[in-house]
Nanobody, 124 residues
Framework: QVQLVESGGGLVQAGDSLKLSCAASGRTFSSYDMAWFRQVPGKNREFVAAIGGSGGRVYSADSVKGRFTISRDNAKNSVYLQMNSLKPEDTAVYYC?????????????????WGQGTQVTVSS
C-alpha cells in the first residue's frame, strides 16, 4: 500500500514557475514508476510526465516538453514536477500516481495509487 500526498500548487501568473512535490509512504518507493497527470472539469485526465523507479527513464507529454521537468529523490520518497513558463492552459488539478507494474507511462489505468491532487491556476 502506498499513500501519495501532493503539495505546491497555487495561483501564479503566465510565465511564472511552480514546483509540485509528491510525498509517498512505504519502504519500496524506488520500485514504483511515478507520474504526474492533470485534469480540468469535464475533461479526461491527461498525462503530463513519468519517471522510472531508478530515475533513469523519463517521458513527458509534448505539451510540456521543454517547460516541465519530472524528478525524484528515492531517499526522500518523493517525486517532483518543476513547471516553468506556465501558461493559462496549464490550469488544472495535478495528480501524482504510482505504478508497480511494467512501464506504460501514459496510461492512467496502469497506475495503482493516486494522490488527492493539488490545484494549479495560471492567470493570463
Amino acid at each position: 500500500q502506498v499513500q501519495l500526498v501532493e503539495s505546491g500548487g497555487g495561483l501564479v501568473q503566465a510565465g511564472d514557475s511552480l514546483k509540485l512535490s509528491c510525498a509517498a509512504s512505504g519502504r519500496t518507493f524506488s520500485s514504483y514508476d511515478m507520474a504526474w497527470f492533470r485534469q480540468v472539469p469535464g475533461k479526461n485526465r491527461e498525462f503530463v510526465a513519468a519517471i522510472g523507479g531508478s530515475g533513469g527513464r523519463v517521458y513527458s507529454a509534448d505539451s510540456v516538453k521543454g517547460r516541465f521537468t519530472i524528478s525524484r529523490d528515492n531517499a526522500k520518497n518523493s517525486v517532483y514536477l518543476q513547471m516553468n513558463s506556465l501558461k493559462p492552459e496549464d490550469t488544472a488539478v495535478y495528480y501524482c500516481a504510482a505504478n508497480s507494474g511494467p512501464w506504460f507511462p501514459t496510461n492512467s489505468f496502469r497506475y495503482d495509487y493516486w494522490g488527492q491532487g493539488t490545484q494549479v491556476t495560471v492567470s493570463s
